[in-house]
């Protein structure tokens, strides 16, 4: 089964062709972040107009290096949130138009649990297990019990981790996205050079909080810490932070067969080394770097799954939707 996905939630417009939920044969990214980099974070007017133009050349170039016709495609799977409205409804609509015109069957999917499904394509589905949502819009833990089947276990209060990042990369003068910046500075840099704390959620010891640790690493900028340690303490502080509430969660859900993890941040070979060190007696799935980011094609493989649990069509008014909760 070949499943066109179509991811459009924030500034990339991707669009994927997936077979039977896990065989990747094309997967096309445009961004429109350099659009976004003046501006610290993303524009979410100039983002939906980016997707206006993308969307057909993106969705035109993933069947092309697919080397299938469009009359070969089965499925489409489009996210259909969380995420900016307007960004949303470009690919939702996009979708639509194409289903119409195909006669090709349509599911929504949420774009957060399609982060997480990136680590299981190709992986063995050891459930259950603990999952963790490490991206720019959010940051999310949860209990696995089976792909749809999810209990949360905490979530930010404030910004989410890759927010942070790229909060702390504007305060640093590096480019927009920050992430990918802040962890080559910090590989420069003294991770214990500047003491700075991540917030605990009064009651809520399993919820993050990432803003009064950005507001530290501010503080110290001022006081003219120096950029590497700054970014090196930053990083160091926020994953310890992450792992420490990972550890507190997988005592939380019980015994578990496997942690997953998903979304941008998890690209950073530091928060890959610090798990793998504390859990070492648990496997632990990420995705390539390629599908850590926002991309269309662990829509289309979360979409095929749905399907096959559930072989019905969205109906054609299927709503886009800012906030999807996922447990
Ligand atoms: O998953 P994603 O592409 O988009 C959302 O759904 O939000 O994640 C983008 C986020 C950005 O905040 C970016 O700075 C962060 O992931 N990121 C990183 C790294 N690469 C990307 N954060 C830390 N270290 C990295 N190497
Ligand atoms: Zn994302």
Same mark, same amino acid.
């Given at each position: 089964m070949i499943v066109l996905g179509i991811e459009s939630t924030c500034d990339e417009t991707g669009a994927a062709l997936v077979k @039977?939920? %896990?065989?990747?044969?094309s997967n096309i990214t445009a961004t429109s972040s350099d659009i976004h980099e003046k501006y610290g974070g993303v524009f979410p007017e100039l983002a939906s107009r980016r997707h206006i133009d993308a969307i057909v050349p993106v969705i035109e170039e993933a069947i092309k290096q697919a080397g299938?016709? %469009? %009359? @070969?495609?089965d499925l489409i799977a489009v996210a259909r949130g969380p995420g900016l409205i307007g960004s949303l409804l470009i690919g939702m609509n996009a979708a639509k138009g194409l289903s119409i015109g195909w006669g090709k069957p349509l599911v929504g999917v949420n774009h957060v649990e399609a982060h997480l499904y990136a680590a299981m394509m190709g992986a063995p589905r050891l459930f259950p297990a603990l999952g963790l949502v490490l991206s720019g819009g959010h940051t999310l833990m949860l209990k696995i019990d089976d792909v749809g089947t999810y209990t949360k276990l905490g979530t930010t209060v404030d910004d989410a981790i890759g927010e942070a990042f790229d909060k702390v990369a504007a305060l640093l003068e590096? #480019?927009? #996205?920050?992430g990918p910046h802040v962890e080559k500075l910090a590989a420069t840099g003294? #991770?214990?050079g500047i003491p700075l704390s991540a917030g605990k959620v009064k009651r809520s010891p399993l919820d993050f909080s990432f803003s009064g640790l950005k507001t530290g690493v501010l503080y110290a900028a001022q006081k003219g810490g120096s950029k590497a340690d700054l970014a090196a303490s930053f990083q160091e502080t926020a994953f310890q932070d992450i792992v420490a509430k990972a550890a507190l969660g997988l005592e939380s859900a019980g015994p578990v067969q496997a942690i997953y993890l998903g979304g941008?941040?998890?690209?950073n070979q530091r928060l890959r080394s610090l798990f793998q060190d504390r859990f070492p007696s648990l496997p632990i799935f990420w995705p390539p770097p390629h599908l850590c980011v926002d991309n269309a094609a662990m829509i289309a493989g979360l979409g095929y799954f749905q399907f096959i649990q559930n072989p019905t069509c969205a109906p054609l008014d299927l709503e886009v939707l800012t906030r999807i909760p996922i447990a």
């Open positions: @039977d939920g %896990s065989q990747i044969l299938v016709q %469009s %009359s @070969d495609i590096l #480019p927009y #996205p920050g003294n #991770p214990n941008g941040v998890c690209c």
